[in-house]
């Protein structure tokens, strides 16, 4: 049996400031920005499934995400654009294929939303 399970844990998102991208994630998945800030730059967000946590000790202009590393998923994309939208968020591309699309975070690193 093979000890390493072909699983993904957690996603880790460089962040400059992480106060400021706690609140900001957190308001764009709709969660309360109530938890600890650990070790004084680690941010754990809640997610279902794979994990996400922001971390502003790996943090460099130059390691930005500078294609989405994984993508939020979506029941509906044009909703979802729309919502985005509405955030005031840098888009990167429209919807496309009926399926996906691109913005920033306020760092610039770079998300994907698709409908599954």
């Not at 600890?36 to 754990?44: A, Q, S």
């Not at 979506?74 to 939208?85: C, D, R």
Request: net charge negative.
């Amino acid at each position: 049996m093979n000890p390493i399970i072909n699983q993904i844990g957690t996603v880790f998102i460089p962040v400059s400031d992480i106060e400021k991208a706690r609140d900001w994630y957190c308001d764009l998945l709709g969660l309360p920005a109530d938890g600890d800030i650990l070790y004084g730059h680690l941010y754990i967000i809640p997610m279902q499934g794979t994990g996400i946590v922001l971390d502003s000790q790996i943090y460099s202009e130059d390691n930005t995400f500078r294609e989405a590393a994984f993508h939020f998923n979506t029941n509906n994309i044009h909703e979802a654009l729309a919502y985005v939208k509405s955030k005031n968020v840098e888009i990167l591309t429209d919807i496309e294929y009926d399926q996906w699309f691109n913005f920033k975070d306020p760092d610039g690193n770079v998300l994907m939303v698709c409908q599954c």
